[in-house]
């Protein structure tokens, strides 16, 4: 069945620091794939999203690039904020729209 | 708008015993959904609903119970809690179930089944 896995952390960084966590899939077809945020007390929300491949998601600074030759979608910032502490969560929607698979989370630690 | 509320923030439970997680949403969303969290594992789909009066299963329905009886609410039952289902629990909500990716989510019920 479809997939997603993604480092679990915790990843801890410094201030403008240079993120990436790693996401990879397993899914037949055309997947969509998403980046959602949990900060600390809150729910989930979508922080960007790629529906076909080569398409590059961007939102609040990050951006994720649909890779279909290595089935990935690494999230990026080039400056991280202490602000930017939370949890990401891969995810990919499957062809047909009824299957919606979730990573196990990364947990981000942003350090003054 | 309140979005996705979810009571208890936190529960602990005996083995055996029954609980009921609640959800509500007032956003007028035709689909809700509830998840699970476990370490090292994703969001796995519990139960959802694609409007009042109808609910289907997810991937790990084991365990628990739903229904739907007006727009706002979905509530998910315990019967006979079992550490098993110790876990965090999420409520989410969207407009329709092929809005799933601008679902919102509820701030979790962190659950401890002793």
């Known amino acids: 069945g479809d997939s997603v896995t993604q480092m679990e952390g915790p990843v801890t960084l410094s201030e403008e620091a240079f993120l990436t966590i790693n996401c990879t899939y397993t899914a037949t077809g055309y997947p969509s794939l998403f980046w959602y945020v949990q900060y600390p007390g809150e729910g989930l929300q979508l922080l960007l999203k790629a529906t076909k491949a080569d398409d590059k998601g961007s939102n609040k600074g990050f951006e994720a690039t649909y890779r279909k030759e290595t089935t990935s979608f690494h999230l990026e910032k080039g400056s991280v904020q202490v602000s930017d502490s939370a949890v990401y969560f891969c995810a990919l929607r499957d062809n047909y729209g009824q299957n919606f698979v979730f990573g196990p989370g990364t947990r981000l630690s942003v350090l003054p | 708008n309140a979005g996705v509320t979810q009571t208890p923030k936190f529960q602990v439970l005996k083995t055996g015993q029954s609980m009921t997680l609640q959800c509500a949403q007032d956003?007028?969303?035709?689909?809700m959904s509830w998840y699970r969290q476990d370490p090292g594992m994703g969001l796995r789909l519990i139960h959802y609903?694609?409007?009042?009066?109808?609910?289907d299963q997810g991937e790990v329905p084991n365990g628990y119970n739903v229904s739907r009886s007006t727009t706002e609410d979905f509530p998910l039952r315990l019967l006979s809690a079992a550490p098993s289902q110790t876990s965090v629990y999420f409520c989410?909500?969207?407009?329709?179930?092929?809005?799933?990716?601008?679902?919102?989510f509820g701030p979790g019920t962190r659950l401890l089944v002793l």
């Open positions: 989410a909500s969207s407009y329709s179930n092929l809005a799933r990716e601008t679902q919102y």
């Open positions: 609903s694609v409007g009042a009066g109808i609910t």
């Open positions: 956003m007028n969303h035709e689909y």
